[in-house]
């Protein structure tokens, strides 16, 4: 019997070279999986290392930041093991990624439909003209109207939801095991936000992928996930299902994140709930708890030690030396 696991990080720890010399861990001991046919969140504030955790999974990172130390397992196989033209099969075909701003990942000089067409000519031995005719067939499932027409349209001159569907039709044109979406609903109005959420879902249903979403919107993370890694400061905070993180968060973070989401019936004489403080500069992490200087828990304890990621019970890991007394 297969693992239940497509994707297992075990341990990942990033390593960045600073200009003063020293060495920082941007992704630090980051350790989770992603279940076969579920969706994943990895959620957190913008610098908290979730898009450079999905670009370690598909062997991307940026000049001067390397793998110090860690697995990454994919069906069995350690990513970080294999030799590049084995990377580059899976890369894009077993493993496709959305990315976070659609007119920076494609080509301004290359119609979308070619660019498309250019993944599947990479992985399947097709013609040009078999290519084209998926091509166009993905752009009619992802809801983008005159297909045909679009499939020799530049990236400026589609509107920012057509050119997000453009990248989901490139990522999953190739019908991945896996497809890591990183901040898909960027700079999109809700209205096509919730219409790239449903067709994510739709797709998933209908080819049992495995999605992991990279995400701040705590909202998506209600539409679409099945489970939830809370990220800070390079580390995951706390894991657990969707359900267990909206009805019981227990890590001071997650608590705050979830009580700065607007309500409807909300207390409108009040301010929105904030997060003091911010989040710690790269190399300059407290040398105990990372959220020590944010949180109105924290005692000697937590400013001089780091607290483990362990189980509260029912699977529900939390980085907190007293969950309980927080909530």
Same mark, same amino acid.
Do not use: W
């Given at each position: 019997?297969?693992?239940?696991?497509?994707?297992?990080?075990?341990?990942?720890?990033?390593?960045?070279?600073?200009?003063?010399?020293?060495?920082?861990?941007?992704?630090?001991?980051?350790?989770?999986?992603?279940?076969?046919?579920?969706?994943?969140?990895?959620?957190?504030?913008?610098?908290?290392?979730?898009?450079?955790?999905?670009?370690?999974?598909?062997?991307?990172?940026?000049?001067?930041?390397?793998?110090?130390?860690?697995?990454?397992?994919?069906?069995?196989?350690?990513?970080?093991?294999?030799? *590049?033209? %084995?990377? $580059?099969? =899976?890369?894009?075909? #077993?493993?496709?990624? !959305?990315?976070?701003?659609?007119?920076?990942?494609?080509?301004?000089?290359?119609?979308?439909?070619?660019?498309?067409?250019?993944?599947?000519?990479?992985?399947?031995?097709?013609?040009?003209? *078999?290519? %084209?005719? $998926?091509? =166009?067939?993905?752009? #009619?499932?992802?809801? !983008?109207?005159?297909?045909?027409?679009?499939?020799?349209?530049?990236?400026?001159?589609?509107?920012?939801?057509?050119?997000?569907?453009?990248?989901?039709?490139?990522?999953?044109?190739?019908?991945?095991?896996?497809?890591?979406?990183?901040?898909?609903?960027?700079?999109?109005?809700?209205?096509?936000?919730?219409?790239?959420?449903?067709?994510?879902?739709?797709?998933?249903?209908?080819?049992?992928?495995?999605?992991?979403?990279?995400?701040?919107?705590?909202?998506?993370?209600?539409?679409?996930?099945?489970?939830?890694?809370?990220?800070?400061?390079?580390?995951?905070?706390?894991?657990?299902?969707?359900?267990?993180?909206?009805?019981?968060?227990?890590?001071?973070?997650?608590?705050?994140?979830?009580?700065?989401?607007?309500?409807?019936?909300?207390?409108?004489?009040?301010?929105?709930?904030?997060?003091?403080?911010?989040?710690?500069?790269?190399?300059?992490?407290?040398?105990?708890?990372?959220?020590?200087?944010?949180?109105?828990?924290?005692?000697?304890?937590?400013?001089?030690?780091?607290?483990?990621?362990?189980?509260?019970?029912?699977?529900?890991?939390?980085?907190?030396?007293?969950?309980?007394?927080?909530?």
């Amino acid at each position: 019997m297969a693992d239940e696991n497509l994707l297992v990080i075990d341990g990942l720890r990033d390593v960045l070279t600073l200009k003063n010399g020293e060495a920082a861990y941007p992704v630090d001991g980051v350790s989770f999986t992603v279940p076969r046919s579920k969706t994943v969140g990895l959620v957190g504030e913008s610098g908290c290392g979730k898009s450079m955790t999905a670009r370690t999974v598909m062997r991307i990172l940026d000049k001067g930041i390397s793998v110090a130390e860690g697995h990454i397992t994919f069906d069995g196989e350690d990513l970080l093991a294999l030799p *590049e033209p %084995k990377m $580059r099969d =899976i890369r894009g075909n #077993r493993i496709a990624m !959305i990315f976070q701003e659609p007119m920076t990942a494609l080509n301004p000089s290359i119609s979308v439909g070619k660019q498309v067409r250019e993944a599947i000519l990479l992985h399947e031995k097709v013609s040009r003209a *078999e290519a %084209k005719e $998926r091509v =166009i067939q993905m752009f #009619r499932e992802v809801g !983008i109207p005159e297909a045909e027409r679009r499939y020799k349209s530049y990236p400026h001159q589609l509107s920012g939801g057509l050119r997000q569907r453009i990248c989901i039709a490139m990522g999953m044109i190739c019908n991945p095991d896996l497809l890591i979406a990183d901040e898909p609903t960027t700079a999109l109005d809700v209205t096509v936000e919730a219409q790239i959420l449903e067709l994510m879902k739709r797709l998933q249903r209908e080819s049992g992928m495995s999605i992991l979403i990279i995400t701040h919107n705590l909202g998506v993370v209600a539409d679409i996930c099945d489970e939830v890694n809370v990220m800070y400061a390079g580390q995951i905070v706390e894991h657990a299902t969707k359900a267990e993180i909206f009805n019981r968060p227990l890590h001071p973070y997650t608590i705050g994140l979830m009580d700065a989401i607007p309500r409807v019936n909300g207390d409108m004489e009040h301010d929105l709930h904030t997060i003091p403080g911010t989040v710690p500069a790269l190399g300059n992490f407290p040398e105990g708890c990372r959220f020590c200087t944010r949180c109105p828990f924290a005692d000697e304890r937590c400013r001089t030690q780091a607290p483990a990621l362990e189980d509260a019970g029912d699977g529900h890991l939390v980085r907190c030396f007293k969950p309980q007394e927080v909530r």
